[in-house]
T-cell receptor
Framework: SQTIHQWPATLVQPVGSPLSLECTVE??????LYWYRQAAGRGLQLLFY??????ISSEVPQNLSASRPQDRQFILSSKKLLLSDSGFYLC????????????FGPGTRLTVT | AQSVTQLGSHVSVSEGALVLLRCNYS??????LFWYVQYPNQGLQLLLK??????LVKGINGFEAEFKKSETSFHLTKPSAHMSDAAEYFC???????????FGQGTILTVHP
């Protein structure tokens, strides 16, 4: 069966510090991968998605970036965090074999102070 | 382009009462529609999906939703609410077989004893 992991689960970082959040998927090959941010009371915003290694599409301009160094690994990064980067970050995957339904990880709670 | 509107950011029901969460969509092509549930500080879990088969879709935990093309709606219902149904619910639309999801703003369901 497929599983998706995210770490860390929670993170408190000062403004201006770097960020690296990691997402890995097990039990599937060549998944589509997604990063979402959920700010308080604001629903889910798609940040990045990837259909393959090294292929990243950005949905919104921001100081975040994403990378996909391996087939089942998706990383969200920032060089300098802003207060507005605080939120709940969710990674998701989908695949043709599963009808492109999106399955979500447990999330990372980021607080920028 | 597609969009989703969830009517009512908060819905409160008594235990045992009918649950009705409203979702209207806009899509230029036949849509794929989804309902997800999110418990506090957790990822999203797929409740049910509509993919152009039966218009009445049954999901997990006793929930179901009916696709009404004439009303561009996909409302979520459950005949009898349980305390464990208290969570946030998201409606989402996908315009193509492998396209990105667009989420509504979410509806927080509160269940009173």
């Amino acid at each position: 069966s497929q599983t998706i992991h995210q770490w860390p689960a929670t993170l408190v970082q000062p403004v201006g510090s770097p960020l690296s959040l990691e997402c890995t998927v097990e039990g599937t090959s060549n998944p589509n991968l997604y990063w979402y941010r959920q700010a308080a009371g604001r629903g889910l915003q798609l940040l990045f998605y990837s259909v393959g290694i090294g292929q990243i599409s950005s949905e919104v301009p921001q100081n975040l970036s994403a990378s996909r160094p391996q087939d089942r690994q998706f990383i969200l990064s920032s060089k300098k965090l802003l207060l507005s980067d605080s939120g709940f970050y969710l990674c998701a995957w989908s695949s043709e074999a599963r009808g492109y339904e999106q399955y979500f990880g447990p999330g990372t709670r980021l607080t920028v102070t | 382009a597609q969009s989703v509107t969830q009517l009512g950011s908060h819905v409160s029901v008594s235990e045992g009462a009918l649950v009705l969460l409203r979702c209207n969509y806009s899509s230029s092509v036949p849509p794929y529609l989804f309902w997800y549930v999110q418990y506090p500080n957790q990822g999203l879990q797929l409740l049910l999906k509509y993919t152009s088969a039966a218009t009445l879709v049954k999901g997990i935990n006793g929930f179901e939703a009916e696709f009404k093309k004439s009303e561009t709606s996909f409302h979520l219902t459950k005949p009898s609410a349980h305390m464990s149904d208290a969570a946030e619910y998201f409606c989402a639309v996908r315009a193509s077989g492998y396209g990105k999801l667009t989420f509504g703003q979410g509806t927080i369901l509160t269940v009173h004893p």
